[in-house]
């Protein structure tokens, strides 16, 4: 028997969750409440949306929902509470019944849709039009050379170049991989660090893209044990397996969709780092000293160059960095092509430097930080942070993004490196080959220890960070 498509809606009413805009509204700035947008795009462009809300296609609802699908999107892994909309209440009814059908538990729909929301004064956001964040603050124009992502690692002539940050500031060389092992050899030996290692293990996933499901995901896990701490190469090379499954299933380009991706992960990144710059650039002040600590890549150098843009005067002081000097060879060079006034320092002066007053703020990256908000950052950023506690001196960290399987410092695996790196520098040797060695790559500094964290939405609290769907 035949149904129209108000009965249908209205018998899927019968067995969801509805709630009304003020309910909605309520929920808005609650952390655990995901909005989900069902409405053709063009409608989003002409009329806005929630903010925050995520975009999800009626026609895709079933599919990336259900945890069996090739097309399952992790967003909806999690134990938030989902509020689909659409524009009047019709389609997220459909939907959300479709989405409880496949699996999906916590989740209702607002009854009235976006229509109802903007009439019971709900605030929207416009869709972003014109420039992206990064355009937006001249981004691509203040980057020193070693952090522009042609030269951090590329994709050309069916290989990968690897800027080789090794040999930087004397050289701008590049190391060229026309295999996965390669590109893997290449990661291990510090030829890059940082984003470095993820850009170069997405386009290594090209050199193979023609080869099958099975060899990509091989190659996922030899890229991934090169630098076990860096979990943003794991996250990124799960995405590039995501688009180049649904390439396959579909029977399209997977190496076109793996090329794809990569820019749109690129973009992302580059906009999120100018909007956490401008952050951290806002709370630096005319005349501050700031530490750092290795290698803080765009976001940090980026927050400098625009304080210096903002008219600020600022002096950095650069711990050199053992073993493998990337204070000295990359922080340093790349802060002086800003035309900003640095100060190179060895690892073990910046408590002295501290105690004169020459540090107002200490400023780093952070390879990764965990939902309780612990910085994994390189060896000697946790002994600074100490110290700058003791001398009350805020230190800041930048995130790159949320990794929601590192949730306490427990989960988090410290690369411990051959300790024959430490008996030499730069393949000097500093003392014999009978003396015992130690080279954990990284430490972890606890949250009492850091004032912020720089994030998309802002500078947080270490403590909050759990709360943030997105960082």
Not at 46 to 52: R, S, T, V, Y
Not at 195 to 206: D, K
Not at 379 to 401: C, K, L, M, R, V
């Amino acid at each position: 028997m035949t149904k129209t498509a108000k009965e249908m809606v209205d018998l899927a009413n019968q067995q969801i969750e509805t709630i009304n805009v003020g309910q909605a509204k309520l929920m808005l700035d609650d952390p655990k409440m995901t909005f989900v947008d069902l409405r053709d795009i063009r409608e989003i462009n002409a009329e806005g949306m929630i903010p925050g809300a995520f975009h999800m296609p009626r026609g895709m609802t079933e599919f990336w929902v259900d945890k069996q699908s090739p097309y399952y999107k992790k967003i909806f892994d999690n134990n938030h509470k989902f509020v689909f909309y659409c524009n009047k209440g019709w389609r997220s009814a459909l939907a959300t019944k479709a989405a409880q059908d496949v699996g999906l538990k916590n989740l209702c729909h607002v009854d009235g849709g976006f229509t109802a929301w903007v009439e019971q004064g709900g605030v929207k956001a416009e869709k972003p039009q014109g420039k992206s964040p990064a355009q937006k603050e001249g981004v691509y124009d203040l980057l020193p050379f070693v952090v522009n992502p042609d030269n951090i690692s590329r994709f050309e002539g069916g290989k990968v170049l690897i800027g080789d940050r090794r040999k930087y500031p004397f050289s701008k060389e590049f190391i060229t991989c026309d295999s996965v092992d390669a590109v893997a050899i290449s990661i291990k030996n510090m030829v890059t660090q940082g984003s470095g290692p993820w850009m170069a293990a997405v386009n290594a996933m090209r050199i193979i893209a023609c080869d099958g499901m099975d060899t990509l995901k091989a190659a996922r896990n030899t890229l991934v044990a090169t630098r076990p701490t860096n979990t943003a190469m794991a996250l990124r090379l799960d995405e590039i397996l995501e688009v180049a499954k649904t390439a396959d299933d579909q029977g399209l380009s997977i190496d076109q969709a793996i090329a794809y991706k990569i820019d749109a992960i690129k973009n992302t990144i580059y906009d999120n780092y100018a909007i956490r710059a401008r952050a951290m650039a806002n709370l630096i002040d005319d005349g501050d000293g700031i530490l750092t600590m290795c290698f803080g890549e765009a976001g940090f150098l980026l927050s400098l160059a625009m304080a210096k843009r903002d008219g600020k005067n600022i002096t950095v002081y650069v711990p050199e960095t053992r073993p493998y000097l990337q204070g000295a060879k990359l922080t340093a060079p790349s802060i002086n092509e800003l035309g900003i006034k640095v100060n190179l320092i060895t690892d073990n002066m910046p408590a002295h430097i501290m105690r004169e007053g020459n540090i107002q703020k200490y400023i780093t990256a952070a390879d990764l930080i965990t939902l309780d908000g612990h910085v994994c950052n390189k060896i000697g950023t946790y002994q600074n942070a100490i110290t700058a506690h003791h001398h009350e001196i805020p230190y800041f960290a930048f995130a790159w993004g949320r990794d929601d399987a590192k949730k306490t410092r427990d989960d988090v695996v410290i690369e411990e490196r051959n300790p024959a790196e430490i008996r030499e520098v730069l393949g000097t040797p500093t003392t014999t080959d009978n003396i015992g060695a130690r080279y954990p790559t990284f430490d972890i500094t606890p949250p009492k220890y850091v004032s912020g964290v720089i994030t998309v939405h802002g500078v947080l609290s270490p403590y909050t960070l759990k709360n943030y769907k997105t960082w």
